[in-house]
């Protein structure tokens, strides 16, 4: 994506409000410093480092792109806020979730790197309400990858491991052995877990904004937990950066 303005501030470092603030190529939201960090090593431009809430954000250039990074914090109401944070402080073109998740689907092995094509709410039940599984009343059963974001991320070449595309969960519980089962069962074709990403969908989708979640596998979910060692969490992010960064600079 080419960069639509640069960047700008009032005198406190604070980004203006909405319609004034920066235009930036997209908010890439990552839980934890662990998550930004690949982003703000490769920055060759970077402004002040912001807070709102428990969010901590900063403009910076990579390449050719210009980046709102942003720290969430974990789970599904911190990834909210700090997009919503973000989104009143800038213009972006795009959301994009980053980092690291647990790999569900069989097959799914640390190390590799998931581009996710739908993204769900592992844990939303209104199935009485005749809601589909997932389904956040008033809400889409699912949101949708954008299809240019998608196409060019899934061209792109890991550093390491295999590149998988595919629906992507999201839930602020833990997946395990006590509860694998019953979310593989309703999604049987959920590449990965994390306790974000679906959040931030939610919202690009409310405003309106392309999205995309691209993450490391650090681990793996339930029994098969043991069967693998762990990744890091900066590694597994690092592999996520590049093919965001690849996607971006196509």
């Known amino acids: 994506m080419s960069t639509l303005h640069t960047t700008a501030a009032d005198a406190s470092g604070i980004a203006t409000p909405p319609g004034r603030g920066p235009a930036v190529d997209a908010v890439v939201v990552g839980a934890m410093d662990e998550e930004i960090r690949p982003y703000s090593r490769r920055a060759t431009d970077a402004g002040p480092v912001v807070e709102r809430g428990r969010a901590r ?4 250039k990579i390449g050719g792109a210009t980046l709102l990074i942003v720290r969430s914090g974990i789970g599904l109401v911190n990834a909210a806020a700090a997009a919503v944070a973000a989104l009143s402080t800038s213009r972006p073109r795009a959301i994009i979730s980053t ?3 647990g790999g569900l689907a069989k097959g799914v092995k640390v190390g590799d790197v998931v581009v996710g094509d739908s993204y769900t709410y592992a844990g939303a039940d209104a199935t009485a309400f005749d809601y589909v599984r997932g389904q956040v009343p008033g809400m889409p059963a699912s949101y949708e990858a954008d299809q240019a974001l998608l196409a060019a991320a899934s061209s792109a070449a890991p550093p390491a491991g295999a590149l998988r595309v595919g629906q992507m969960v999201s839930d602020d519980s833990f ?8 979310v593989r ?3 049987p074709d959920a ?6 990403t679906t959040a931030l969908a939610q919202v690009a989708h409310s405003y309106s904004l392309p999205f995309l979640s691209v993450r490391g596998i650090s681990d793996l ?3 098969d937990a043991g069967e693998d060692f762990h990744l890091g969490v900066d590694e597994a992010a690092e592999r996520a950066a590049v093919v965001v960064l690849a996607a971006l600079g196509a």
């Open 57 to 60: 954000g900063q403009v910076v």
């Open 99 to 101: 980092g690291s998740a």
């Open 175 to 182: 997946i395990t052995d006590v509860n694998i089962a019953e």
């Open 185 to 187: 069962g309703h999604f």
């Open 191 to 196: 590449l990965s877990t994390d306790m974000e």
């Open 221 to 223: 979910c339930g029994p």
